[in-house]
């Protein structure tokens, strides 16, 4: 079984599925990471792609499929894939769900709950590294990257708030009813994204053991 790490921005999709994907030897995509990688590059696409992220807008879902398409059709069978950031609005679920189905795949949703208030106050402060593209919380008080030494820095979406504002409504309309989907077909556990690191990760893998088996 796959899994879809749902959760508002900033509810540590990114750190848990990191953590997650290291501890049980998943594959893990990251669809924000696979367009930031995509904007880096330059390419047409890039720059058109590049002016939607940064305003807080959504990617249109042709795109977001063929990327996702691409991603899962380069995994074998028996590698379990950890989706962080897909989907994202009923239309992209279908697409996802038709799609694993093809490759005979499935996916369970744990969604990392936090507040909305909680979200911004997290956006506001956190800096990624501009090189390895890892994310450090606002209470991360160091200069340099934790992991690379690398360069630390708001990520441009970050600064602005109407674009914070702008990517929460985007959740709480396009992906609440995804999620609500996949509660109605019993596939989805939520865990409290309002603790620590440490107790967040400990209740994703106690509450959905079954999965990581
Ligand atoms: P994230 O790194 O998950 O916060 O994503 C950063 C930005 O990438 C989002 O604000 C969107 O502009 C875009 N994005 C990421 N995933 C998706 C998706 N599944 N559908 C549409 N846009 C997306």
Not at 108 to 118: R, S, V, Y
Not at 127 to 135: E, M, S
Request: contains cysteine; aromatic residues 6%; negative net charge.
């Amino acid at each position: 079984m796959d899994i879809i790490l749902f959760g508002m921005q900033g509810s540590g999709k990114g750190t848990q599925g990191k953590i997650l994907a290291q501890k049980f030897n998943l594959t893990s995509f990251d669809m924000g990471g696979a367009l930031r990688a995509m904007i880096a590059s330059g390419s047409d696409l890039g720059n058109k792609i590049k002016t939607i992220v940064e305003s807080g807008e959504l990617v249109s879902d042709d795109i977001i499929l063929e990327v996702i398409a691409d991603f899962v059709h380069k995994q074998s069978a028996d590698q379990r894939i950890l989706f962080d950031g897909i989907p994202r609005t009923m239309h992209q679920m279908t697409g996802l769900l038709e799609l694993l189905q093809v490759n005979g795949r499935d996916a369970f949703g744990l969604l990392i709950k936090i507040t909305e208030e909680e979200a911004v106050n997290r956006l506001t402060k956190r800096r990624i590294c501009v090189d390895c593209k890892t994310i450090h919380p606002g209470f991360y008080e160091g200069d340099a990257c934790k992991e690379c030494g690398g360069h630390l820095e708001s990520r441009k979406d970050d600064t602005d708030l109407g674009s914070i504002q702008k990517r929460i409504d985007a959740f709480k309309t396009e992906t609440t009813p995804v999620i609500q989907a996949f509660e109605a077909r019993d596939h989805l556990i939520t865990i409290d994204g309002q603790q620590d690191i440490e107790a967040v990760t400990k209740d994703l893998i106690d509450e959905a053991s079954h999965l990581f088996k």
